[in-house]
């Protein structure tokens, strides 16, 4: 009975990088996603319109953490918590108020934000990994 053999060699970038590049797109693309929806946040707060001296524009903030394990990293984009009347505000700004005396609506503007990253998500990992396979090929 005659068998069949062969071989394999696993050379070149894609095997030498170990997928690091992919893990590179993925972080690169929550990084610009966080850089924009900080943006979009902070376009909206103008005088008039979220902004009387600036406190709250400029907690503005976003984070980024990178992990190794499983999860390439994560971000967000918060209204800072350096006091308590600046969280309130911020909730205050965000929804808005449902008392009878008061029927402010609020801005909304982190959902707009959020509608806005959903629309340019796929765009933008697009980009990114369309650099990764570059490398890896």
Known sequence: MAGVTF??????PFFQLKGQPLKD????????LIKEGEAKVEAQLYPGHGVLTGQYKAS???VFKRRSQGVIGYGKVTAGHE???LVI??????GGSRSGARRFKGYGMYKKATAHLRKLAKQMAGKQYARAVKRLT
Do not use: M, N
């Not at 797109?25 to 610009?32: K, L, N, S, V």
């Not at 505000?89 to 965000?94: F, I, N, Y």
């Open 7 to 12: 071989s394999v060699k696993k050379e070149g």
């Open 25 to 32: 797109a993925g972080a690169d693309t929550i990084q610009d």
């Open 60 to 62: 503005v903030t976003r």
């Open 83 to 85: 006091s308590r009347a």
């Open 89 to 94: 505000r911020g909730a205050w700004l965000e």
